[in-house]
């Protein structure tokens, strides 16, 4: 039992949030736009996208203790970053941490499969994507966070590839408005991920992992994580005014404050990470909140215009 409470820890699963959400954002495009929606193709799809970003995480900590990164990084600020810390600890070994996001991505493509084989080969090619990505975002040669692309990377996988995958799932196709919906989450995805390598800088630096926060240095990047975070807004808002998503969709600006409180802390303190946890914590927050925000609006024109 105490070695399943471990392996369940390794997932990180408040995190999971970043791959539920565009799945469900999907979903809910898909439902406004063509009245499509099945349960269980709906949750095929969350399992699997939740397996292929679990499976992300635990290889991400298999391959971070296998270049040192992990190890020597004394600034970590948990639960944002510096991994699970269970290999640190001693509480699980590398090869039972490699096995479990074996598995973890043998599920997801399992999964995969039977919808690409019900719903289309479109499916595997987004998931084979994704599973790649995943698995050498830190894995060597390709080593994706080195290269300073892992934030796109990111931001392409977790926010336009899983919604516009979920979209598909549900109504055979892709469309303009799921693509459009995605944006905003693919920013603040990348925008989550960006803020949590503060405090991490030394320890990457260090091991030569050079995303763009230790290419940029703490001073210059904490102004592309302003842009960032102002950016998602402005993704939402361009295509309300164009009429190209839903009005209702501009719920998401009740999130304005937590945004601005998060830029602040950021600006006053990208240089101590304790002091800037609470920018981390409310980055994540606006994900989950944007995200959700959209798509209800999306099934809020749906309802509305049902009743006309």
Known sequence: MKKILLLAEELRAPFLTASIVPVLLGAAVAWSETGEFSLSLF???????VCLHAGTNVVNDYFDHKSGNDEINVE?????????????????????????????????GAIGIYLAV???????????IGGLCGFFYTAPPVNIAARGVGELTVGLNFGVLMTLGSYYIQAGRFST????????????????????????FTADKAVGKNHLVVRLGKERAVWGYLALTLSAYLAVLIPV???AIPPYCLLALVTVPIAMKAINTAILN??????????????????????????AGFILDRIFSLMR
């Open 270 to 295: 990208y240089a101590d990470s304790a002091k800037l946890a609470p920018a981390n914590a409310a980055t994540i927050m606006l994900h989950l909140f944007i995200g959700v925000l959209v798509a």
């Open 241 to 243: 005014m164009t009429r």
């Open 76 to 108: 970590y600020v948990r639960p944002f970053t510096g991994g699970s810390r269970l290999i640190q600890k001693g509480l699980l070994s590398p090869r039972t941490v490699l096995v479990e996001a074996l598995v973890l991505f043998a599920v997801g």
């Open 43 to 49: 949750l095929l799809a969350l399992v699997a996208g």
């Open 118 to 128: 019900v719903r289309g080969p479109v499916i595997l090619v987004l998931g084979v």
């Open 177 to 200: 408005g799921a693509f459009l919906a995605s944006l905003p989450v693919a920013i603040l995805i990348a925008d989550v991920l960006f803020i949590n390598e503060f405090p991490d």
